[in-house]
């Protein structure tokens, strides 16, 4: 099925996908259901234990070398997802398959990204799913332009905006190897300068200067659309909310997220000793139209 969807002045034609299961099966899409066999080509996080994970592509011939000896990719082809895979030093490994959430923490990092506990958030803030046009700015390394994509798709789009080639093109190889290229559109440019897409469902910012987007979104956002932005200071967040205050948004709010690990152990349960304590703040709101 080939679909057209008009979007104020850009038309844009989704990738060509078929439906099974309600899943996609877009070339190289990431599988979101557990069963089935690895493929020759597709991405496992080999487990080796609680601290350690490795995202590998899986090929025939090609080795994949640790401190624990080496493994075999090509082994893995045809077997089930979550299958032990044993070194050349007798270590066991396990093959899961990689969530969105795991490609994240894996991402080539060359800025600060999100956090899964913020991304979460905003997904659901954002009312983000399949289907939905969402702009992002800056793309930095893509970690939430993936997080994005997967939410998006089969039919939605993700248009991100980042004004440093070198970043972009980390992002195009973060995104790429996700298999998640097919629903993302990647703009090289100063998104204070504009954006171009019109009636977008949310509009999400990760950049220094978001208080200078606002004019942007607003003119972007279809009407009750979602505007969220993430800054690590309370400066970025107050010039941020005058300028949305002086705009017709509504249920403007401020929010920041804590995530405290808990160690479980025999008469020992209690909270780790050392916590992140803090990413930054995220600032949602929504448009409304005046007469
Ligand atoms: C913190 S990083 C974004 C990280 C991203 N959210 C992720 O999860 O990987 C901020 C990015 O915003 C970009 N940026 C800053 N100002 C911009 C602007 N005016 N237009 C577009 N991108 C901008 C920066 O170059 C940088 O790559």
């Known amino acids: 099925m080939r679909i057209r969807i008009e979007i104020g002045k850009e038309n844009f034609i989704p990738p060509l996908v078929s439906r099974l299961h309600g899943e996609d099966f877009m070339a190289g899409a990431p599988n979101r259901r557990g069963m089935g066999a690895i493929g020759e ?79 979460g958030y905003l997904l659901l803030r954002m009312g983000i799913g399949a289907g939905s046009l969402v702009v992002e700015a800056g793309t930095g390394s893509g970690a939430l332009t993936c997080a994005l994509a997967d939410a998006v798709r089969p039919d939605g789009r993700v248009y991100s905006y980042e004004i440093n080639p070198r970043f972009q093109r980390i992002a195009a190889g973060n995104v790429e190897r996700a298999g998640l290229m097919g629903y993302v559109e990647l703009k090289e440019g100063d998104v204070t300068e504009g954006i171009d897409e019109e009636g977008v469902d949310a509009v999400v910012l990760d950049m220094a200067t978001p208080w200078l987007v606002i004019p942007h979104a607003y003119e972007a956002l279809a009407g009750s659309g979602v505007f969220a932005s993430f800054s690590p200071t309370i400066e970025q967040v107050m010039k941020t909310v005058s300028a949305l205050r002086e705009r017709p948004f509504v249920e403007v709010e401020t929010i920041e997220l804590m995530l405290r690990r808990i160690n479980v152990a025999e008469n020992k349960t209690r909270p780790q000793t050392v916590m992140i304590g803090h990413s930054g703040y995220v600032t949602t709101a929504r448009k409304v139209l005046e007469e």
């Not at 590998?56 to 624990?68: C, D, L, M, P």
């Not at 299958?83 to 007798?90: D, K, T």
């Not at 991402?107 to 913020?118: A, C, G, I, N, S």
């Open 41 to 119: 080509g597709e991405d496992v996080l080999l487990y080796l234990d609680e601290r350690r994970t490795y995202q590998v592509r899986v090929e025939a011939g090609k080795q994949f070398h640790t401190h624990k000896g080496f493994v075999e990719l090509g082994d893995l082809i045809g077997r089930s997802y979550g299958s032990p895979v044993v070194s050349s030093l007798g270590v066991r490994f396990h093959a899961l398959r990689p969530l969105v959430r795991d490609r994240i923490l894996k991402t080539d990092r060359r800025t600060q990204v999100l956090y899964p506990k913020d991304i």
